[in-house]
């Protein structure tokens, strides 16, 4: 633990996370190459934008730089957290939520994605297959979408993740990245069931390509 005290140690655990979280990595290499990526494209300040919006290579250096930011906090809150199942956990979903409303940009942000896959790939990370080959792939048969798809895909992920780990903490902790991610997308989950607005990204309809033959 960095401090005697529980509670104060994990609150400077979140807080930290948070702000680690909310880097912008996206918005800084657009404004290396001169573009404003919250007014390109999607306008998500993520690595998916990032690829689509500057380029390949800056989009992959984004995407690592998120992942990197969800692998570190993972670490860091496993290691400081005396070693509490619960507080890892937490600490992510600062850091999605970190990511998602960027204190530095205006509370502006991204979707906290590569985020979680970062914390994922240190706290679990055979159940990152689990999640984009399974879940994510019903989800994008039933709904052909790639945020509701993904939100979907979050939620039932979470209870399966509570059957793996044998911890209800992992169920409570996904769920919790699940709302999140629903808030950040709330107006996107709306469109799409009050307008019949279906949005692929391109990058994950190259992923999931056999999907979308009709599409």
Known sequence: MLLKNFYLNTTVILVFSYLVGAFPSAYIAGKIKGIDISKRGSRNIGGMNAISSLG???GIMVAIADIGKGTLIAWLATKFSAHHPFIPLLAVVAAVAGHNWMIYIGFRGGKGIATLVGALLFLSPFSILWLYLYFMSAAIILFKDTYVSQGAAFFFFSFFMWYREN???????MLMVTIVYSIKSFSLFRTYFTEGRRDISPIVKKI???FFRDA
Request: glycine residues 8%.
């Open 167 to 173: 911890s209800h903490y992992w169920c409570i902790g």
């Open 56 to 58: 390949i290579a800056a």
């Open 208 to 210: 999931f390509k056999p």
